[in-house]
């Protein structure tokens, strides 16, 4: 189905299952495919929601990068969940969709049932220079060699590295879909929502008012998301932390069965309150 947001972009979304809904949020190299895992463990009980953020075909790919922030991101959340009739949701984001879904539960939070965060906050630790310079070499990358030069080089990356060693098949397909993306999309991403972004830390205050229920997962290999999560389990109240040893980035893939129990118990935690 199509969702179109307040500004004209139409958004492709998938919709399965019946219960209380769950709106799962995508990282930077995936789309509403990188969650097939999770949505075929939660759809006897929920209502699983997926879509493809803007620059995602088949979502509608905005030419100017004015069209791409993390703020629109995480309106474009709400308004999916909108679009979709759900006055609530509980949100589980990886990576780039994590910190999108942080965004939604600071600024509305009475439409958050619960939010997982997983493999939340890459680039925080960085001067903030040095990360704008790597994303802008990362667009660069993307318009001169396309979406093979970028899945050659996150296939490369220790961080992804890990779910090549622990499952070939899912690599591939991983690999596989990121070829298909629209090479316009990911460098308005990069530039407008990565580059532009502030770190976890800048948040500090807004987190410590947080009361919604929060899951703050990571993999134990990965490095560059560490200190965020550690700093989110210290600083918003009740937050709970689950680390997954020898992990990388991508670990509701990595560790699927692991990963869905842990979210399963956390939301049913959630819907009990």
Same mark, same amino acid.
């Given at each position: 189905?199509?969702?179109?947001?307040? !500004?004209?972009?139409?958004?492709?979304?998938?919709? @399965?299952?019946?219960?209380?809904?769950?709106?799962?949020?995508?990282?930077?190299?995936?789309?509403?495919?990188?969650?097939?895992?999770?949505?075929?463990?939660?759809?006897?009980?929920?209502?699983?929601?997926? %879509?493809?953020?803007?620059?995602? #075909?088949?979502?509608? *790919? #905005?030419?100017? *990068?004015?069209?791409?922030?993390?703020?629109? =991101?995480?309106?474009? &959340?709400?308004?999916?969940?909108?679009?979709?009739?759900?006055?609530?949701?509980?949100? *589980?984001?990886?990576?780039?969709?994590?910190?999108?879904?942080?965004?939604?539960?600071?600024?509305? #939070?009475?439409?958050?049932?619960?939010?997982?965060?997983?493999?939340?906050? +890459?680039?925080?630790?960085?001067?903030?220079?040095?990360?704008?310079?790597?994303?802008?070499?990362?667009?660069?990358?993307?318009?001169?060699?396309?979406?093979?030069?970028?899945?050659? +080089?996150?296939?490369?990356?220790?961080?992804?590295?890990?779910? /090549? !060693?622990?499952? #070939?098949? @899912? %690599?591939?397909?991983?690999? @596989? @879909?990121? /070829?298909?993306?629209? =090479?316009?999309?990911?460098?308005?991403?990069?530039?407008?929502?990565?580059?532009?972004? =502030?770190? &976890?830390?800048?948040?500090?205050?807004?987190?410590?008012?947080?009361?919604?229920?929060?899951?703050?997962?990571?993999?134990?290999?990965?490095?560059?998301?560490?200190?965020?999560?550690?700093?989110? /389990?210290?600083?918003?109240?009740?937050?709970?932390?689950?680390?997954?040893?020898?992990?990388?980035?991508?670990?509701?893939?990595?560790? =699927?069965?692991? %990963?869905?129990?842990?979210?399963?118990?956390?939301?049913?935690?959630?819907?009990?309150?």
């Amino acid at each position: 189905m199509i969702i179109t947001t307040s !500004d004209g972009v139409e958004l492709y979304c998938e919709s @399965e299952g019946n219960g209380t809904p769950i709106v799962f949020v995508h990282e930077f190299s995936g789309t509403c495919r990188s969650f097939d895992l999770q949505r075929a463990a939660f759809s006897a009980g929920h209502r699983c929601i997926s %879509f493809n953020a803007r620059g995602y #075909p088949p979502s509608d *790919v #905005p030419a100017d *990068v004015s069209s791409y922030s993390q703020d629109i =991101a995480a309106r474009d &959340i709400v308004e999916v969940m909108d679009g979709l009739g759900l006055p609530q949701a509980h949100l *589980v984001g990886v990576s780039m969709g994590a910190a999108s879904s942080l965004q939604v539960a600071l600024k509305h #939070p009475n439409r958050v049932l619960s939010a997982t965060l997983a493999s939340i906050g +890459t680039g925080s630790d960085a001067k903030p220079q040095d990360n704008e310079a790597a994303m802008e070499t990362m667009a660069k990358l993307i318009e001169s060699r396309g979406t093979a030069g970028l899945a050659a +080089t996150m296939g490369n990356s220790p961080s992804r590295r890990r779910l /090549k !060693d622990s499952n #070939p098949a @899912e %690599f591939a397909r991983f690999i @596989e @879909e990121l /070829k298909t993306l629209s =090479a316009q999309g990911l460098a308005n991403t990069m530039r407008g929502v990565q580059k532009r972004r =502030a770190p &976890i830390y800048a948040h500090a205050d807004e987190l410590a008012a947080l009361r919604v229920p929060l899951l703050i997962v990571f993999g134990g290999d990965d490095a560059g998301c560490r200190g965020p999560s550690l700093f989110l /389990k210290e600083v918003v109240e009740g937050a709970k932390l689950h680390e997954f040893p020898h992990t990388g980035h991508l670990v509701n893939i990595e560790q =699927a069965k692991m %990963f869905n129990d842990v979210v399963s118990r956390f939301i049913a935690e959630a819907d009990s309150l």
